[in-house]
């Protein structure tokens, strides 16, 4: 005699337990099993199966803002010491503050705040996929132009510029359409698209950031690097959490995978979409659109 296969919402409430049980998913699984879930619990609610399905979809909230809450809540506390570690370091780091320091002691204390400032990188960019994963974050728009954010980024830029030896055309005209955005926000995008096509890309590489004015306040911006390029199918995956291509150049720099899922998050929130056209060892273009107000 056959076993009964189980209907749509044991399976729904297998996955909700599972998800329960488990100290940590991956985001992209995260997803995945949320997506299979609702489609669970719409054939379930199709059979007729009404309640259940109600409380079932309240628990998964519950056990989706517990989690976020959580993260969160660690974000907030990894962020207090590595203040005070960055104080200190910056004060024994200048000239004076302290006494003088031998040459040894001023290289331990640079090497303090470089790794000081990745992990303060890091962090930000983990409450940010954690916010973005949640539907958490609330975009604060105003009135700016894109001008103002590339001043930003540049400056942000720079020490990556000089470090990498890249070539980095900024083609910013006048007339671009007025922008209600988040800028903090949008200049975090630009700024992870930049750090790739730099990082990417080998010393004395040419990168070049456009913006442009198109038909209807739309305002156009690309990110043109002659990198390593991606394949097809590494293309494919942009937006997978702690993804990073097995290339010499990837491998060598440091990272976590975060800076394009993030700049496609926001780009979200944004009513906007990152696009991308790639040819391996020749290059890439990430681009987007956003709607301005004038």
Request: aromatic share 6%; proline share 5%.
């Amino acid at each position: 005699m056959s076993e009964q296969t189980p209907g749509p919402l044991h399976q729904a409430q297998q996955l909700v337990a599972d998800l329960q049980k488990a100290t940590s998913v991956d985001p992209n699984d995260l997803k995945s099993k949320l997506t299979q879930i609702n489609e669970l619990l719409r054939k379930a609610a199709s059979n007729g199966e009404g309640a259940e399905p109600d409380t079932l979809r309240k628990q998964l909230t519950e056990h989706v803002d517990s989690t976020a809450s959580f993260n969160s809540m660690m974000v907030h506390e990894i962020r207090k010491p590595m203040t005070s570690i960055r104080g200190y370091a910056d004060m024994l780091a200048k000239p004076g503050m302290i006494g003088p320091l031998n040459e040894m002691q001023q290289q331990f204390i640079d090497t303090i705040r470089t790794n000081v400032i990745r992990m303060e990188g890091l962090v930000s960019d983990i409450s940010d996929i954690g916010k973005l994963n949640a539907g958490r974050y609330k975009l604060d728009n105003k009135m700016t132009t894109f001008g103002q954010i590339v001043m930003e980024v540049q400056k942000l830029a720079e020490p990556l510029i000089t470090e990498f030896q890249q070539n980095v055309t900024w083609d910013v005209p006048q007339g671009l359409p007025i922008l209600n955005a988040d800028s903090k926000q949008l200049a975090k995008v630009i700024f992870n698209l930049v750090k790739n096509a730099i990082q990417y890309t080998p010393k004395g590489g040419n990168i070049t950031v456009k913006a442009e004015r198109r038909e209807g306040n739309v305002l156009y911006v690309s990110i043109t690097d002659t990198g390593i390029g991606m394949k097809p199918e590494e293309i494919g995956r942009l937006g997978e959490v702690f993804y990073r291509a097995d290339h010499e150049l990837v491998t060598s720099q440091k990272g976590y995978g975060l800076g394009v899922p993030i700049a496609m998050g926001f780009l979200k929130l944004m009513d906007s979409k990152l696009n991308c056209e790639s040819t391996p060892e020749k290059g890439s273009t990430f681009s987007f659109s956003i709607v301005g107000i004038g």
